[in-house]
């Protein structure tokens, strides 16, 4: 299941973040108010995977809440929206299949219309594929918004206890630019459906989601830093998608790593699918605790399935 495609991922130049911004929906479901659905309790949802509580979306849309994570990443980033020339958004969940939600975000945001813009589907993997498609794809006088959106509530089965206790929506966003800084990645590909796939509602073998994520982990990590040519331990921060505390404990432990380096918000948003990682390094920006210099992996893995890591320098 767990297999590494090349080619090996080591670029130059690479990409500086120059802002960040997140969204989520008003409603906030928590573990008790499950308990009213499905025969779930709090306790449970807790042990086995970390989540309180996680954002349902009512009223929004995986467009306004990308929209809102965009406009405070380009608001944080100080940069003149016109200067945009690539728009990369990874959804698994678009309110529809086209115009595509980066088109529509292009016209929300009164962007520019000489660039290009599309979305991306590498489930949960999928900003740090668009992260490592922009460093790929940007003009030297480039800036890129990369985002990551999701309505998963509208794919739930919410009569199915399994799934239903485990995903939320969300949305974040980062803006970045070409810089003469170190940008290493590694990802992986490999189609299988049986572990999870994403028809009319998320089916998932949870248990074989779990193997192949606490494998994923690791092996990126280390991919990255040894290309990087940093030992894990030099690393400040990993930003991890945020599917279960136990899978990031597991991969912390394998790694030797101290837990408390594991940046973690998925109590309050549960998995979040391509807006897990943006929404998780948004937090850690604004809450102070990724600061610039600092050494830092992102790492996605899901449905595919597919997992990625970017080393970067915030
Ligand atoms: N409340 C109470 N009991 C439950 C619930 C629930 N919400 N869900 C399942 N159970 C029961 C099961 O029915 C089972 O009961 P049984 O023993 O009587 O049959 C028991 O709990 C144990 O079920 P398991 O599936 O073995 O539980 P496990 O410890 O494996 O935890 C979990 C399940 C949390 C889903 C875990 O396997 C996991 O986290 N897997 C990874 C999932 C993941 O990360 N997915 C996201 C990545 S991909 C993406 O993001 C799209």
Same mark, same amino acid.
């Not at 606490?214 to 092996?219: C, D, F, Q, V």
């Given at each position: ?198 028809? /009319? ?58 837990? /408390? ?54």
């Amino acid at each position: 299941m767990e297999k590494t495609m090349g080619p090996a991922g080591v670029s130059a130049p690479g990409i500086r973040i120059l802002g960040t911004g997140s969204a989520a929906p008003a409603q906030i479901v928590s573990n008790d108010d499950l308990t009213r659905i499905v025969d779930t309790n709090d306790e449970w949802i807790r042990s086995r995977t970390g989540i309180c509580e996680r954002r349902i979306a009512t009223v929004e849309t995986t467009r306004s809440l990308a929209r809102a994570a965009a406009r405070a990443a380009l608001a944080s980033s100080a940069i003149d929206p016109a200067r945009i020339s690539l728009l990369l958004c990874a959804t698994v969940t678009p309110d529809q299949a086209s115009p595509s939600l980066a088109c529509f975000l292009q016209r929300d945001l009164g962007l520019r219309e000489q660039m290009l813009a599309f979305d991306l589907n590498a489930a949960c993997s999928g900003f740090i594929y668009a992260l490592i498609c922009a460093q790929r794809l940007l003009d030297p006088e480039g800036i890129a918004l990369v985002v990551g959106s999701e309505t998963l509530s509208r794919r739930t089965d919410f009569t199915d206890r399994n799934t239903c206790v485990l995903f939320g929506d969300g949305a974040g966003a980062a803006v970045l630019e070409p810089a003469p800084v170190p940008f290493f990645w590694s990802a992986t590909a490999c189609g299988d459906d049986d572990a999870l796939s994403i028809r /009319e509602h998320i089916r998932m073998d949870g248990q074989a989601v779990f193997r192949f994520a606490t494998k994923a982990l690791a092996a990126r990590i280390r991919e990255v830093t040894e290309k990087a040519g940093r030992a894990v331990a030099e690393i400040d921060l990993f930003v991890c998608h945020q599917a279960n505390r136990r899978i990031i404990t597991h991969a912390a432990r394998q790694l030797a790593v101290p837990l /408390e380096r594991f940046f973690m918000n998925l109590a309050t948003y549960g998995n979040t699918s391509a807006a897990s990682v943006p929404l998780a390094l948004d937090e850690a920006v604004t809450g102070g605790r990724l600061k610039r210099g600092q050494r830092v992996v992102l790492v996605g893995f899901g449905g595919g399935l597919t997992s990625g890591a970017v080393y970067l320098e915030y």
